[in-house]
């Protein structure tokens, strides 16, 4: 069975960083892509960024490029997103998630939840001012 576990999240000032965590299990193959999304009560979903597991190739969400690094280590089946210079919009519950079956990020389809399979619990982030 497939898991993904965030953590990371917690209350930080505005101009701050934290460093979230995805760490995946449950499964051995190698072509996927993880994706962090974020979601604010009343609010879609949102992609935030995502990497691919097998060529590293990467996206940002406008609002966060410059500000936000996705990085993976596979041999962890970790994927963390470092978060610096936190506004208060950044403030949300972000989920990481897993779509099987592909070697590279596409855009514009990986900034949107349809090809994810696997989901985490989220962990929140809060941004105060």
């Known amino acids: 069975e497939v898991q993904l576990v965030e953590s990371g999240g917690g209350l930080v000032q505005a101009g701050g960083a934290l460093r979230l965590s995805c760490a995946a299990s449950g499964f051995t193959r190698d072509d996927y892509v993880i994706g962090w999304f974020r979601q604010v009560p009343g609010k879609e979903r949102e992609g935030v960024s995502c990497?691919?597991?097998?060529?590293?190739?990467?996206y940002y969400v406008d609002s966060v490029k410059g500000r936000f690094t996705i990085s993976r280590d596979n041999a962890k089946n970790t994927v963390y997103l470092q978060m610096n210079s936190l506004k208060p919009e950044d403030t949300a519950v972000y989920y990481c998630a897993a779509a099987w079956g592909y070697r590279s990020v596409r855009w514009p389809l990986f900034a949107s939840p349809r090809p994810y399979d696997d989901w985490g619990q989220g962990t929140q982030v809060t941004v105060s001012s």
């Open positions: 990497i691919s597991s097998s060529d590293g190739t990467t």
